[in-house]
């Protein structure tokens, strides 16, 4: 009896990622054919439109009629994208209290006091860094 590896699947999350990428980097909507080149053609084009069809029912994308098919433009950035995903987590949390303070115990030093002053500001728009400073994990404080 031969043993054979089982075939490495990719999860889904990360074909998401890799399509969405495609996407922010373009400069209009792509087709799924055009997403499938953006990506170096590694994935079949079945799979790139089942991606792009998942991401249009989650509303991470939309889309519009070109010719027979469709043609998709990410909705957010990867910000808004990940902000979105944290509050659709939180709302389905029954004890929100604790779920906040979970996250918020498990944040470095550097980034709750980057929510602290977030949370001061409270206009919803956060302050753009300092020219040549970077903001985000590594950022220098």
Do not use: C
């Not at 994208?81 to 939180?90: F, H, Y």
């Not at 115990?105 to 500001?121: A, C, F, I, N």
Request: glycine share 10%; no cysteine; charged share 25%.
């Amino acid at each position: 009896m031969s043993e054979t590896s089982p075939v490495q699947r990719r999860p889904s999350g990360e074909l998401e990622a890799s399509v969405l990428a495609a996407l922010w980097a373009a400069e209009g909507p792509l087709s799924p054919a055009e997403v499938q080149n953006a990506l170096g053609g590694r994935l079949a084009r079945t799979t790139v439109t089942t991606i792009l069809t998942r991401l249009h029912d989650k509303g991470a994308v939309s889309r519009s009629r070109a010719g027979r098919g469709f043609v998709y433009s990410p909705i957010q950035d990867s910000a808004g994208l990940t902000a979105r995903r944290m509050r659709s987590e939180l709302d389905k949390q029954d004890d929100r209290t604790t779920a906040l303070a979970r996250f918020v115990s498990q944040l470095t030093s550097e980034d709750e006091q980057l929510l602290r002053s977030l949370l001061e500001g409270a206009d919803g728009a956060p302050e753009e860094p300092a020219a040549g400073q970077r903001s985000g994990p590594g950022a220098a404080p």
